[in-house]
């Protein structure tokens, strides 16, 4: 089944700095790569998605890029804000056609003002 | 947010007892999922289920198991909780199989003592 791989863990960035976040995918049938920002106490909530049929994707300062020949999507987020600390998870649909996503371990991101 | 609710929202129960979550939906969504999110681990599917009457186990499966007999309602069943089960349980929904944008219920804290 498929795996994804979400790199790093925890990432610290002066605010005004990017912010980039890297995943790793293993099964090449997957087709729908999502992100998610999940702030405290809060719900996942859908910021971005990328198909397979294109390989990058912006909304104002973020933005994600995919390369399929190498099983690897990223988020970029341009001109951090303190409102931009959440934890970030990224996801794959893998080869099922019931809609299932398999998760990243999620980073937890922290711009300092 | 999509028209989800999770009840109940907090439970404590003790080791042994039977838990039943329920997930609610008024968008009349046919896909919808049980996730658990622990530290470390993102988000993991429990069940999904594909129609009324229609589920199916995913990757932590063991210990729960699920019902759905009207579109809406999404029931996740703990027959004997352990600590292990100590958790965030989030409720997802789509509307769809491929290229899918999943949104998630608010979620249920449960602890097992």
């Known amino acids: 089944g498929e795996n994804v791989e979400q790199h790093p863990s925890t990432l610290s960035v002066q605010e005004g700095d990017s912010a980039v976040i890297k995943c790793t995918y293993s099964?090449?049938?997957?087709?729908?790569f999502p992100w998610y920002k999940q702030e405290l106490g809060k719900r996942p909530q859908l910021i971005i998605d990328?198909?397979?049929?294109?390989g990058e994707k912006k909304d104002q300062r973020i933005a994600v890029t995919l390369n399929k020949t190498a099983k690897h999507f990223s988020l970029h987020i341009t001109e951090t804000q303190p409102e931009d600390s959440a934890v970030y998870f990224c996801?794959?649909?893998?080869?099922?056609?019931?809609?299932?996503?398999?998760f990243g371990q999620g980073t937890t991101l922290q711009v300092k003002p | 947010d999509a028209g989800i609710t999770q009840s109940p929202r907090h439970k404590v129960t003790e080791t042994g007892t039977p838990v039943t979550l329920r997930c609610h939906q008024t968008?009349?969504?046919?896909?919808m999922y049980w996730y658990r999110q622990d530290p470390g681990h993102g988000l993991r599917l429990i069940h999904y289920?594909?129609?009324?009457?229609?589920?199916d186990k995913g990757e932590v499966s063991d210990g729960y198991s699920v019902s759905r007999s009207k579109t809406e309602d999404f029931l996740l069943t703990l027959e004997s909780a352990t600590s292990s089960q100590t958790s965030v349980y989030f409720c997802?929904?789509?509307?769809?199989?491929?290229?899918?944008?999943?949104?998630f219920g608010p979620g249920t804290r449960l602890t097992v003592l």
């Open positions: 997802a929904i789509s509307d769809k199989s491929s290229y899918n944008e999943q949104f």
């Open positions: 968008e009349n969504h046919r896909y």
């Open positions: 990328i198909r397979s049929n294109v």
């Open positions: 996801a794959a649909d893998g080869s099922s056609n019931t809609g299932k996503l398999i």
């Open positions: 099964d090449s049938a997957s087709n729908y």
């Open positions: 289920s594909y129609g009324v009457k229609d589920t």
